[in-house]
């Protein structure tokens, strides 16, 4: 089993700018970032998030996480809305899709998923962009992963890091 978070953000924290992820994204983070989530059974994300970025078409099944009866990717056949927990949509999709599962989800999730001790990988990507919203602390998101390797690709920094 291997669940990994996905997460890109700006040199000052910012995980959005301009209302998505794409604000504080790269060319390089999208290459990298689309690259790795083929590879994935599962996408996990939040209502917020499916409502917020572009995941109308996936390459794999996604599960939306929300409280809503609406599954606001309705337009994606391969999407799922499941009214459940961070944790028990993550066994859920184990025991559905299988075991390689990539969280794309906000910061609220991950930390929920992280606390549980249900996460075992972090990719993050980490741009030069600053001035944007839902500032996390980079350091304390690192410090749950003891391990981690790390490289530049057009002066974007990618921290592969793991328990």
Same mark, same amino acid.
């Given at each position: ?6 997460? /890109? ?67 994606? *056949? ?24 990539? /969280?794309?989800?906000?910061?609220? /999730? ?24 839902? /500032? ?25 890091? *793991?328990?």
């Amino acid at each position: 089993m291997a669940v990994t978070v996905t997460l /890109v953000v700006g040199s000052d924290g910012s995980t959005s700018k301009n209302g998505n992820s794409a604000g504080v994204s790269t060319s390089a983070d999208r290459t990298e970032f689309l690259s790795r989530r083929r590879t994935a059974d599962c996408i996990l994300i939040g209502g917020f998030t499916a409502r917020l970025e572009p995941y109308h078409r996936t390459p794999v099944t996604v599960v939306v996480i929300s409280r809503s009866l609406i599954n606001p990717l309705a337009d994606n *056949r391969l999407a799922h809305c499941w009214n459940l927990s961070p944790v028990k949509a993550l066994e859920r999709a184990i025991e559905t899709f299988g075991p390689t599962i990539h /969280v794309e989800a906000g910061i609220s /999730v991950v930390n929920e998923l992280i606390a549980a001790n249900r996460v075992d990988f972090l990719e993050l990507s980490i741009t030069d962009i600053t001035g944007g919203d839902d /500032v996390i602390n980079i350091d304390t998101l690192l410090s749950h992963f003891p391990h981690s390797d790390e490289k530049v690709v057009d002066g974007t920094r990618f921290i592969s890091a *793991r328990r």
